[in-house]
Structure formats: structure tokens, C-alpha cells
């Protein structure tokens, strides 16, 4: 039997729109307020920088992200999915470590060499080289060079984010999942299993693609730190991911935002 649709002013419009004004009430605004797109995924890193008295690190993921997968940062060199909690420093970066673990003068790409992540500054290290990446942060310079970058991939939302899948099947960028020296060589996983969360609210089924996220994800980013392996299903809510939890893990913050309902909510309503 079909629905009928409510009139307005009936219950149940009235209810989805106060639990639309409870979770945003209740939930971090950024995960649901478009984040310009230059600045998505921007982390500082300032642990040990006031002690070697200079800027912090400005580190932006769409730099990186059109030439590597999250897996591979994540899991193969070993950065934490926590802001604050990898502890990089100089000595793990000349030691080969996180950022070094590419930036080190000998790596390549696209036929050019990668420069060094750190040098040592007692040795005469020219400032300049240091200032690549410890810096104050000009917001219109990073916006000019994302535009730049941006340029001919395709643009999705209110706010003209990457949509990186699109970009990923179209072959326009094609990021890389393995580290000479850092990474195990494995087979290919096959797990391209659609999976059909349900709602328990006005909106529609989410349907989740195991293929669409291993291609960046693999499944170690996912399981089991984020989503414990176990059978039956497992209740998430809005408030629980506008707050970081499961899938807010990512979306909100370097993923596209929770504001854009139907990129999940795709499946007709029962």
C-alpha cells in the first residue's frame, strides 16, 4: 500500500522539523554547516612547534588526498585518526616516519623528487624550506591554490567541494595505496557488498557501499576501531555522528558534511 503524503501542518511534518531543530540544537555546527572547501580536513600541528619557536603546521588533506588514499596515510605510515595524538615531530619525520615516510628528498612523483620534511636547522637548513610548511596560513592564498587545484575536477554542494568519488571514477585522480618501504604488498580485498542501514526516523534507508569507501578506506581506517565487527545490527543516531562517532568519523570533517541528506539517504522509503 503507497503513502500518502502528509498535508502540511500535519504531525508529521511538525515532528520532523523539531527533530531537525533538536539535532541541530544538540550537535556541532561544522558537522553540519558547509565548510568551505579550501579549508576541509585542515589540521594544525603544534605539539612541539612553541618549543623549536616556530609556526605550526599547516596541513591541508585535499593537498594529499588526490595522490594518496586514506588507507595508506592511516594505517601503512601510521597517522592517527585523532588530531593531536601521532606526535609527529622533526626526529620522526629525518627518522622516516610519518611525513618522511615520503618527504625525503628521494621519493617521487610524477617523475619529481619530493622535498625533505625537515632538515636540520644547526647545519644551516635555508628557512625558506622550513616555511613549506611551518606557517602562520594565508586563508586567500589557500583558497587561491585550491581553485587552482580544483580546476576541471567535479564540484558537488552548497558549498563546491570535490566530490572526490566522481573524481576517483572518472580516472581524474588516481591515488596511490602503496609506499616502497612502508607498505606490505596484500591482494586486493572483495568485499563490494552493498549494505542497507535502516532508518528509524522520516528518512529514507541509507545504502552503504563497501566498494565506494575501500577504495579510499581499505577496511582497517573502518574496523575495527570505528565499527566493531559484530553481527546484528547496531543503532547509530544523527547526534551520536554529528559528534564523531561512526560515520561522523570522517564526514564533517575531511568527507563531505551531514547537511547533504540524500548522498546516504538514497534507498525508498518502506
Known amino acids: 500500500m503507497s503513502r500518502r503524503p502528509s498535508p502540511a501542518g500535519s504531525p508529521a ?14 550537535a556541532p555546527a561544522r558537522a553540519w554547516s558547509p565548510v568551505a572547501p579550501a ?30 588514499t586514506c588507507r595508506l596515510c592511516h594505517v601503512d605510515v601510521g597517522f592517527a585518526m ?29 617523475g619529481k623528487a619530493i622535498f625533505a620534511a625537515c632538515g636540520d636547522r644547526a647545519a644551516g637548513e635555508a628557512e625558506g624550506r622550513c616555511q613549506r610548511c611551518h606557517a602562520r596560513g594565508d586563508a586567500e592564498q589557500r583558497r587561491r591554490d585550491f581553485e587552482a587545484f580544483a580546476e576541471g575536477l567535479p564540484r558537488r554542494g552548497s558549498a563546491g567541494e570535490v566530490d572526490w568519488e566522481e573524481a576517483e571514477l572518472r580516472g581524474l585522480v588516481r591515488p596511490a595505496d602503496f609506499v616502497e618501504g612502508v607498505s606490505i604488498p596484500r591482494k586486493a580485498l ?63 570533517k575531511v568527507a563531505f558534511g551531514l547537511g547533504d541528506c540524500a548522498r546516504c539517504h538514497v534507498k525508498p522509503v518502506r
Open 190 to 252: 572483495k568485499m563490494e557488498k552493498d549494505v542497507s542501514l535502516r532508518s528509524h526516523g522520516w528518512m529514507s534507508d541509507v545504502l552503504f557501499s563497501h566498494k565506494k569507501h575501500a577504495i579510499w578506506n581499505g577496511c582497517e581506517v573502518c574496523h575495527p576501531d570505528i565499527f566493531p565487527n559484530q553481527k546484528g545490527e547496531v543503532r547509530r543516531t544523527m547526534l551520536q555522528i554529528s559528534s564523531g562517532e561512526a560515520c561522523g568519523a570522517c564526514h564533517g
Open 13 to 26: 511534518p511538525r515532528r520532523a522539523l523539531a527533530a531537525l531543530a533538536l539535532l541541530a540544537a544538540a
Open 82 to 110: 585523532t588530531a593531536g595524538d601521532t606526535r609527529v615531530s622533526a626526529a620522526t619525520n629525518q627518522g622516516g616516519f610519518h611525513c618522511g615516510a615520503c618527504h625525503d628528498g628521494k621519493a617521487t612523483w610524477r
Open 39 to 68: 579549508d576541509q580536513g585542515r589540521v594544525v600541528l603544534e605539539t612541539f612547534t612553541p618549543r623549536a619557536k616556530m609556526a605550526p603546521v599547516q596541513f591541508d588533506h585535499w593537498r594529499h588526498r588526490a595522490r594518496h
